[in-house]
């Protein structure tokens, strides 16, 4: 991200002019994608180390099923509002990830898709069998062109 420098106005009441950031202390701050830091805070985010996070084989099942879980959910919604979520695509995906609304742990692949078309089968306004059969092609579609 871009940086550049802003000066500090301080002055508790200016009329506008930083989008309604007039409250920083004075001195200097850096705007990072819209954020202001300090120069120490800046420093401070520039020593963290990245962290690794190593996923053995075991665990990898559990993985793959809970992305397909959500990915039901989404593609379930991306179907039915074709393309443009509403207000209610929060619930719809959720509530047909069973990973997201039951904290499910899958064993593979195939469970997690066999429940994915249930819930789309007992849980949203629209259940259709052709329409759950479709998602679970665009799920693997997805997968397969990566």
């Known amino acids: 991200a871009a940086e550049q420098k802003v000066p500090g106005s301080g002055s508790g009441g200016g009329g506008g002019g930083e989008l309604g ?3 920083l202390s004075s001195g200097s701050a850096t705007v990072v994608a819209g954020a202001f830091w300090t120069e120490a805070e800046t420093e401070q ?10 996923i053995s084989t075991a665990e990898l ?5 809970g992305l397909i879980s959500i990915l039901v959910g989404y593609v379930y919604d991306n179907r ?3 393309g443009d979520p509403s207000v209610e695509s929060p619930w719809t995906i959720c509530t047909l ?3 997201l609304s039951w904290l499910q742990d899958f064993t593979g692949v195939g ?3 066999v429940s994915g078309v249930r819930r789309c ?3 949203p306004y629209i259940r259709n069998w052709a ?3 479709k998602v679970a092609q665009d799920v693997c579609c997805i997968f397969s062109n990566g």
């Open 21 to 23: 950031r007039d409250e």
């Open 111 to 113: 469970p997690a898709l």
């Open 80 to 82: 039915t509002t074709s």
């Open 61 to 65: 099942p559990a993985i793959w099923g």
């Open 131 to 133: 329409l759950a059969t």
């Open 45 to 54: 985010m520039r020593q963290f180390r990245n962290k690794e996070f190593l």
């Open 97 to 99: 990830s069973a990973t």
């Open 121 to 123: 089968l007992v849980y």
